[in-house]
């Protein structure tokens, strides 16, 4: 469980009901903020007009992609840099054939399928194209979830105003009864409000982890993807360690240099 997500959707939605209850006078006042045909044109709107953006399948993978933000990236980098390195030592001391054995025990599908590749003697540029083929279409199905939140999320308060304009409408008709218009002018408002929620409280938080899990998976990737081409090219395992840790943040070094130490001294 990604905690993070999860305690700033809820602190998020404490806060603003926070704010309403007291605004509002007390728990009674919570009713000014809840209308049902707001509602139904901000919510319904927007997610139906999301959902004429893209095809079925897509609109409905696009709703339950939320359940990503609450999962940890399962990607740790210096551990992977440190199992690359004694990959190296393996096939620097066996050669490249020993790896076969090696791959059956990753975890990892994509590192997996690069080093058959290399155990096949397919040449290094073909295993590039093919891996960053395969790294380019994750990316691709990425984008399309954070996008959908994307979308959806510009459409929240573009249907608000929607609603507003309804019940401005509605009350500018009918202006004999001068009390009605504050609480008319309520009702116009809180349909703003909502899809300022659904945007801000919803929408663009989602669609921001998942880009953020994606950058984190595809560094991955291009890590695996230079250390194995350096595996099938015969670097020396320290210079390969050395190039993959210029990936790595300096504040995550210190760590990966402990964790390749072993396995680069075994050359």
Same mark, same amino acid.
């Given at each position: 469980?990604? $905690?993070?997500?999860?305690?700033? /959707? ?16 007390? !728990? ?61 030592? &393996? ?13 059956? %025990? ?5 590192? @997996? ?10 040449? #290094? ?29 510009? /459409?929240?308060?573009? =249907? ?5 304009? &309804? ?10 009864? #001068?009390?009605? $218009?504050?609480?008319? /002018?309520? !009702? ?12 801000? =409280? ?5 669609? +921001? ?24 090219? +015969?670097? %020396? ?12 943040? #300096? @504040?995550?070094? #210190?760590?990966?240099?402990? %964790? ?8």
């Amino acid at each position: 469980m990604d $905690i993070a997500s999860l305690v700033g /959707m809820i602190v998020c939605f404490v806060l603003v009901l926070y704010g309403m209850i007291d605004s509002a006078g007390g !728990v009674a006042g919570f009713g000014y903020f809840v209308n049902l045909p707001s509602a139904l044109i901000t919510f319904g709107g927007s997610f139906f007009a999301t959902m004429m953006s893209v095809s079925m399948p897509n609109f409905v993978g696009g709703l339950k992609s939320i359940a990503l933000i609450f999962k940890p990236v399962n990607v740790n980098v210096p551990e992977m840099i440190a199992k690359i390195i004694e990959l190296s030592n &393996v096939a620097r001391k066996e050669g490249l054939l020993s790896l076969e054995e090696a791959a059956g %025990n990753l975890e990892d599908e994509f590192m @997996k399928k690069g080093i058959m590749l290399i155990v096949d003697g397919t040449d #290094p540029e073909l295993v590039r194209g093919i891996l960053e083929t395969e790294m380019n279409s994750i990316d691709a199905r990425h984008k399309l979830r954070s996008g959908f939140w994307d979308n959806l999320g510009a /459409m929240g308060p573009a =249907w608000g105003m929607i609603g507003t304009l &309804v019940g401005l409408i509605c009350m500018l008709n009918n202006m004999s009864d #001068p009390t009605s $218009i504050g609480p008319k /002018m309520g !009702v116009a408002l809180i349909t703003t409000f909502y899809g300022s929620m659904l945007a801000n =409280w919803i929408c663009t938080p989602t669609s +921001g982890k998942l880009q953020a899990n994606n950058t984190v998976e595809m560094q991955a990737k291009e890590i695996m993807i230079e250390g194995l081409l350096s595996i099938q090219a +015969g670097e %020396n395992p320290r210079v390969i360690e050395e190039k993959l840790k210029s990936f790595l943040s #300096p @504040k995550e070094r #210190p760590s990966q240099e402990e %964790n390749g130490a072993g396995a680069g001294g075994e050359a």
